[in-house]
C-alpha cells in the first residue's frame, strides 16, 4: 500500500482536521494521560516528573549525547518536532520551549490541543518555579516537592564551607569559546559553589568569546570546560594546546563539566554545584606556588 504524506505547504486545514479526528477527550482531574514532549530541557524535566505511562513521547535528543540519562527516554516514542507525527501519538497535553517549533505549536493548539509553553530558567529560583508548576500542570505535584527537595539537599552539602574558604576565580569556558556572563544561572550555580566569576570584568569581541590573550590576562585559579570529556574537538578544548596557555598556564587549574548538568536549567544543576565545590576544595588544599 502507497504510504501517504502529509502536505502543509498549501494550507493547515489539512492538518488542523486530522488534529480534531484524534484529538482525545479531556483528561480527568488527575492530569493528562497522553504527554508529548517536543524540546529537550522539557523532556528531562518529564522523564521524572510525569507519572508512569503517561509520558509518550520525548525528542530523539533525550537519547543522545546532550541528555542527562539517555537510557531514561527507552521504550517511548521519539520525534523530531514535527506537527503530523505528533498528531498521529493523540496527545492530551504537549510540552514545549516558547522559542521552539512556533509553527507546530500553534497547529496543536487551533486544533484544540492543550500546549505548555516552557521559559528558560535562569536562576535557581526560577528552576524551581518552574519544577513546582509543571509538576502540578502533569498531575504529579509530589514529584515536584520531592525532586526540589533533593536538589535543595545537595544544594546545602555543597555549599556548606563556601563561605569559610577562599573564593579562587574561575571562568567558564564554552565550546564555541564563549564563557558565561553575569546574571546567568551559570553565574549563580558557580557563586553556590564558592567561586568567584572573573568573566564579567573580561572584553569579548564581536562574537561573545573571550580570546586567549583576554583570558589569560585574568589569570583564572580554575578554567572550567563546558563540555564533556570525550565531546568533539571545540574551540575551548583548541585553547589547552596552544602554545601560548602551555607557556602560561601555570597556576590553573582545568576541569571538564558534563554540558547536560547545566545546559538544561533543572535541579540537577546541584550536582554541578556540588562538583564545583570539590574542585574549590582541592584547590584550598593545595600548598601556595604548587603546580596543578
Not at 151 to 162: C, K, N, S, V
Request: charged share 20%.
Amino acid at each position: 500500500m502507497r504510504r501517504w504524506r502529509l502536505t502543509l505547504r498549501p494550507t493547515g486545514l489539512l492538518l488542523t482536521g486530522l488534529l480534531l479526528a484524534i484529538l482525545p477527550p479531556a483528561f480527568a482531574g488527575d492530569g493528562p494521560r497522553r504527554i508529548v514532549s517536543m524540546n529537550l530541557c522539557a523532556d528531562e524535566l518529564l522523564l521524572r516528573l510525569a507519572p508512569p505511562g503517561r509520558l509518550v513521547s520525548v525528542t530523539w535528543l533525550a537519547a543522545g549525547p546532550a541528555a542527562i540519562d539517555p537510557a531514561a527516554a527507552q521504550g517511548l516514542v521519539f520525534n523530531h518536532g514535527r506537527a503530523e507525527e505528533i498528531a498521529r501519538l493523540a496527545p492530551d497535553l504537549v510540552v514545549a520551549g516558547r522559542y521552539t517549533t512556533l509553527t507546530t505549536t500553534q497547529m496543536l493548539r487551533r486544533a484544540g490541543i492543550p500546549v505548555l509553553l516552557l521559559d528558560e530558567a535562569t536562576s535557581l529560583a526560577g528552576i524551581r518555579s518552574q519544577v513546582t508548576s509543571l509538576a502540578a500542570a502533569v498531575g504529579n505535584p509530589a514529584a515536584g516537592r520531592q525532586m526540589l527537595d533533593a536538589m535543595d539537599r545537595m544544594l546545602g552539602e555543597a555549599t556548606l564551607d563556601a563561605k569559610d574558604t577562599p573564593q579562587p576565580g574561575v571562568v567558564v569556558l564554552r565550546p564555541g569559546g564563549g564563557v558565561a556572563g553575569a546574571g546567568t544561572l551559570q553565574d549563580e550555580i558557580l557563586a553556590a559553589a564558592g567561586l568567584r566569576n572573573l568573566a564579567p570584568d573580561a572584553p569579548v569581541d564581536g562574537d561573545g568569546r573571550i580570546g586567549l590573550e583576554r583570558l589569560l590576562r585574568l589569570k583564572p585559579d580554575l578554567l572550567v570546560l563546558d563540555s564533556d570529556g570525550d565531546a568533539p574537538p571545540a574551540l575551548a578544548r583548541e585553547v589547552l594546546d596552544h602554545p601560548a596557555f602551555r607557556a602560561r598556564a601555570a597556576g590553573i587549574t582545568v576541569t571538564s563539566l558534563p554540558a547536560a548538568l547545566w545546559v538544561c536549567p533543572g535541579p540537577w544543576v546541584a550536582e554541578a554545584v556540588g562538583r564545583l565545590s570539590a574542585a574549590r576544595r582541592s584547590l584550598a588544599a593545595r600548598p601556595r606556588g604548587s603546580r596543578p
